[in-house]
């Protein structure tokens, strides 16, 4: 299958500082890419829609100020944790599809520690 | 908006015990579903998916699920798990596009 792949996976920061995560499709190219966050023993819940060349599509209760996505080209979509604190400290993951089937291809998860 | 229902958060069962996770969803129109699994620290991968035809589908590891249009079910089952297959098993829904809904998710430990 498709392999997205996310950089880094494990970052430790201090607080107030910003942290980026990148997310890239290797071996396809990806209009729409997907920013999760889980939770410890919850399930994913989905942050927003990131879409190439346009502003992301954030949900409900998520800041934009605070999670900045940027999805620059075909195969990369970056997420920054903006004057990150604590409470951002959590489990993200992007995903990816190849085509409108539905079928998204998942990456690695960044866990992110604010100090 | 539709909602994914899983039913069961924690199941423990023995090595050759049989398996069967509850998925309920609301959504009247078509639906793509589902069952992704996430191993003890590794990413999320696809164990099965259905978009049409037979409603009895086979994915990987000898997992299979059953849909069930009346229901709203998409319901996951194997016939003897292995302690392998401790994981959390994530059921999902696309109605459009490339967007997935989530259930809360199942932790299954299989005891050997």
């Known amino acids: 299958g498709a392999v997205v792949s996310q950089h880094p996976s494990r970052v430790i920061c201090k607080s107030g500082t910003s942290v980026k995560i990148e997310c890239r499709s290797l071996d396809f190219q990806a209009t729409t890419m997907f920013w999760y966050r889980q939770f410890p023993k919850k399930s994913l819940m989905l942050m927003a829609t990131s879409n190439e060349g346009s502003k992301a599509t954030y949900e409900q209760g998520v800041e934009k100020d605070k999670f900045l996505i940027n999805h620059a080209s075909l195969t990369l979509s970056t997420l920054t944790v903006t004057s990150a604190h604590p409470e951002d400290s959590s489990f993200y993951i992007c995903?990816?599809?190849?085509?409108?089937?539905?079928?998204?291809?998942f990456g690695e998860g960044s866990r992110l520690t604010v100090l | 908006a539709q909602s994914v229902s899983q039913h069961n958060h924690h199941v423990i069962l023995s090595e050759a015990a049989s398996l069967e996770l509850g998925c309920n969803y609301s959504?009247?129109?078509?639906?793509?579903l589902f069952w992704y699994v996430q191993y003890p620290g590794q990413h999320l991968q696809l164990l099965l998916k259905?978009?049409?035809?037979?409603?009895l589908v086979k994915g990987i590891k000898g997992f299979e699920a059953e849909f069930i249009k009346s229901k709203f079910s998409f319901n996951l089952r194997k016939p003897s798990v292995q302690w392998s297959d401790t994981a959390e098993y994530f059921c999902?829904?696309?109605?459009?596009?490339?967007?997935?809904?989530f259930g809360g998710g199942t932790r299954l430990m299989v005891k050997p």
């Open positions: 995903s990816a599809g190849t085509a409108n089937t539905g079928e998204l291809f």
């Open positions: 259905y978009f049409s035809g037979d409603p």
């Open positions: 999902a829904v696309n109605n459009a596009g490339n967007m997935l809904t």
């Open positions: 959504y009247g129109g078509t639906v793509n």
